[in-house]
């Protein structure tokens, strides 16, 4: 029975080793695992950019119709209208969001320093993640909203 417990105890410390040297060994850091998450996020909202360049423009072509009904209809579209310009706005924020953040990232930033590449890279996930949900949330509105 000792001799059992002492194999086990060979076999966990061994596992145990070998699990804290994998990322090691790999080569892959903390680091790397949140500029990873970073350009997933990223990668995400790139690709709904022609999305929300499509949505903008189907939302300005059902505002300006709106523009050209008589008064009277007009009148009567005008809460659709101001939903309508509210994710309009929301579009514009988004792509600009997006051009923003991808001009100000700096891929290589601190990288001979790994704390200070942790935080900035947390701090740029935070960022990504907002310009997406930014994106992917005005996106939803404007389907339902041209769906009325």
């Not at 500029?35 to 999305?51: F, R, W, Y």
């Not at 953040?101 to 990504?128: C, G, H, P, T, V």
Request: aromatic share 6%; net charge positive.
């Amino acid at each position: 029975m000792k001799g059992w417990l002492h194999l086990a105890a060979i076999f966990l410390f061994t596992s145990c080793n070998n699990s804290a040297n994998s990322d090691s060994k790999s080569g892959k850091t903390y680091s790397d695992t949140l500029m990873n998450e970073v350009m997933d996020d990223h990668n995400i909202g790139m690709a709904k950019m022609s999305k929300i360049s499509e949505a903008q423009k189907r939302v300005q072509l059902s505002i300006d119709s709106i523009s050209r009904l008589p008064a009277g209809v007009q009148k009567n579209l005008t809460a659709y209208k101001t939903q309508l310009d509210s994710v309009l706005n929301r579009l514009k924020y988004a792509d600009y969001a997006m051009n923003k953040w991808m001009e100000e990232f700096n891929m290589d930033s601190a990288k001979e320093n790994e704390e200070k590449r942790i935080q900035y890279l947390k701090s740029e996930k935070i960022k990504i993640s907002k310009v997406k949900d930014a994106m992917l949330s005005s996106l939803k509105t404007t389907d339902s909203l041209l769906k009325k």
